[in-house]
């Protein structure tokens, strides 16, 4: 359901369709100056594109109209940005213009005359005037971005390809395409009126849904942490909450209870629908909820130790850069137990993700798995994934010695980039450890996903030798993911799902964490079943004639199921009698890394054995 807030009703077209000509206006640029269309009657074409700070495709494009007006200018073509948005601040439009390398006037709407004349209704929505300032193209700028689909690259410029068939006296081909950025935060042309307030009824639910992202330095695009904020995106949290785009969330929620579930109730939405269709009241300011505590910088907290890699590494303006492995030495003279853990890119516009992994001393390559349980990764961020937050009694941890790997995705955005990612630990008290926290990791290292396919499964298993406590799921895939789940089949022959995600989605990866730890007895098997869409059909691959196979790039693919773990029984803070030694020692010698390390060296030693023996025996006869 989505409902429009009353300063939008009765927005139309009306003299703003394709073939119908843009009157004069007169506004000013950021800087203060009055700026007028006809200052630029000079130019053969016009490029009218209304500009927001704040939304995603705002920022994701915002490098692209650099190019584009550069690509053009010599060609007699002027690109213009309006800004219309209510909340977007002179200052605030400034920082966008220079952090984007953006030469073009900027123009301030401020009572949105401007955007009504040109009915544009969503940010990123371009009007291309001829030399008579005629509209003859108005729609997106190209296929790359939507609100739901990230293409690694344009499959259709449609302003370019507009802007070039205008210079060559042809009729644009397809005059009219949808944009899809977020709609403009219009003024309010009346006071709002209704029952449902924003300090009685809105704000508790933008506290408890969607203050963790969005607020000052986390990854929400926008804050929402009062009335002028909420109030001027009332019309967009509608939209995405009606569409179910926000929160966001992607467990199928017939299997599985998550803690970190951000789901919206049926009254809830109903109660945003209402506030934003009666024009967003405000109420009484009495009403309001205590605001909630959170940490400044961190979601977890104050860090007790905050880990970076040693330099910022520079991110070219384009191109393809290859994972970046950085090894850093936290210094850990002993044990260090982890309970909390969150990976910070210093600039997350081109962090697309990154893992933390740990190495042993000595190694040069290899990663390590501490742990009975054999821990592969210490810690993973991508879009949308929260921090890692472990139950009470259960920790991970950091051997004395071991260094820490970041394996950096970066990913340019046209604007040369700096970043310096860091993670910050929250440390556990060693002798309040119950349980050592193991990621384990399902993957398929061999894929090879057919051409043209739209339905590619996948299956990998693994099968628990002890009972063990389940806790969390991270799945991940690339662009050509369709859905992913996660089900156990029990001794007695039984299948259950424990996570299924229907619909993958590249651009938000979450960490599903169990509302309840979920005991899985000894001979459980793990399934991860995947499931690849390598077809035509899927707007966001790159190229469906191709064979895919694992590899780390977005036009790869990956099958990686990783799940959190511990052993049910284990307490570390009991004092270890002759049993648990001896379990101890069992599970040390047969686990599988131990067993193959043991075959190893019982072939090498066989092998220098009858080394010598042959060497004796070639004395003996050089001796005769």
Not at 170 to 188: F, Q, Y
Not at 189 to 198: C, E, F, L, M, V
Not at 235 to 245: C, F, H, L, W
Not at 456 to 474: K, N
């Amino acid at each position: 359901m989505q409902s429009i807030c009353f300063w939008l009703a009765g927005l139309a077209y009306f003299g703003t369709s394709v073939g119908h000509p843009i009157e004069e206006f007169e506004l000013r640029d950021y800087r203060g100056a009055s700026r007028k269309l006809s200052d630029w009657k000079e130019s053969k074409l016009v490029a009218v594109v209304f500009l927001g700070v704040d939304c995603p495709l705002a920022k994701l494009y915002a490098p692209r109209l650099g190019e584009l007006s550069r690509e053009f200018e010599n060609q007699g073509v002027q690109f213009v940005g309006i800004n219309s948005n209510q909340n977007d601040a002179i200052t605030e439009i400034d920082r966008y213009a220079k952090a984007n390398q953006i030469s073009f006037p900027i123009l301030k709407d401020v009572g949105n005359e401007v955007a009504d004349r040109f009915g544009a209704t969503r940010v990123m929505e371009v009007f291309l005037l001829d030399p008579k300032r005629f509209v003859r193209y108005r729609g997106r700028i190209d296929d790359q971005f939507t609100v739901s689909v990230h293409r690694l690259k344009a499959g259709r410029r449609d302003l370019a390809i507009a802007i070039e068939e205008l210079l060559d006296g042809k009729d644009v081909g397809t005059p009219e395409t949808e944009a899809s950025g977020c709609l403009i935060s219009r003024v309010r042309t009346q006071s709002a009126k209704g029952s449902i307030t924003y300090a009685k009824h809105i704000a508790p639910i933008l506290q408890q849904h969607c203050q963790v992202c969005h607020r000052p330095g986390q990854i929400g695009p926008f804050a929402l942490t009062n009335y002028k904020e909420a109030a001027g995106w009332a019309a967009m949290i509608d939209e995405v909450v009606g569409q179910g785009r926000m929160p966001p969330w992607h467990a199928d929620p017939r299997h599985g209870k998550f803690a970190n579930d951000p789901r919206l109730g049926d009254r809830e939405k109903q109660l945003i629908a209402a506030w934003a269709r009666d024009g967003a009241p405000e109420g009484d300011p009495a009403d309001l909820p205590a605001p909630p505590t959170f940490s400044e910088n961190w979601a977890i907290g104050k860090p007790d130790c905050v880990i970076s890699i040693p330099e910022p590494f520079t991110v070219p303006a384009d191109g393809v850069v290859d994972y970046q492995f950085i090894e850093v030495d936290p210094g850990f003279k002993k044990d260090v137990w982890i309970t909390a853990a969150e990976i910070k890119p210093s600039n997350r516009a081109v962090v697309h993700h990154c893992n933390v992994f740990l190495r042993p001393p000595g190694s040069t390559g290899d990663f390590g798995a501490p742990g009975t349980l054999g821990s592969v990764c210490f810690a993973a961020a991508a879009p949308g994934t929260p921090p890692m937050v472990l139950p009470d009694g259960m920790a991970k941890r950091i051997p004395a010695g071991w260094k820490l790997v970041f394996v950096l995705h970066y990913t340019p955005i046209g604007i040369v980039q700096e970043d310096q990612t860091s993670i910050g630990l929250i440390l556990a008290d060693a002798k309040a450890v119950k349980k050592e926290v193991a990621t384990n990791l399902l993957l398929d290292a061999e894929l090879s996903i057919p051409p043209r396919v739209a339905d590619h499964r996948v299956e990998q298993t693994q099968r628990f030798s002890d009972d063990v406590l389940l806790l969390a799921f991270f799945p991940h895939m690339h662009v050509r993911g369709k859905s992913f789940r996660y089900e156990a089949e029990y001794p007695d022959g039984t299948r259950e799902i424990l996570l299924d995600v229907p619909r993958w989605d590249f651009a938000w990866q979450n960490r599903y964490v169990l509302a309840e730890p979920k005991r899985l007895p000894a001979g459980t098997v793990m399934h991860c079943v995947a499931v690849y869409d390598n077809s035509e059909n899927n707007s966001a691959n790159p190229d469906p004639n191709v064979t895919v196979h694992t590899g780390p790039q977005s036009w790869d693919e990956m099958f990686n199921g990783y799940f959190e773990v511990v052993l049910a029984d284990e307490d570390l803070t009991r004092q270890a009698g002759f049993s648990d030694c001896i379990l101890t020692a069992l599970r040390f010698i047969t686990h599988p890394s131990v067993v193959l390390l043991s075959l190893g060296a019982f072939v090498l030693i066989r092998v220098l054995r009858r080394r010598a023996r042959k060497s004796a025996l070639h004395k003996a006869v050089a001796a005769e």
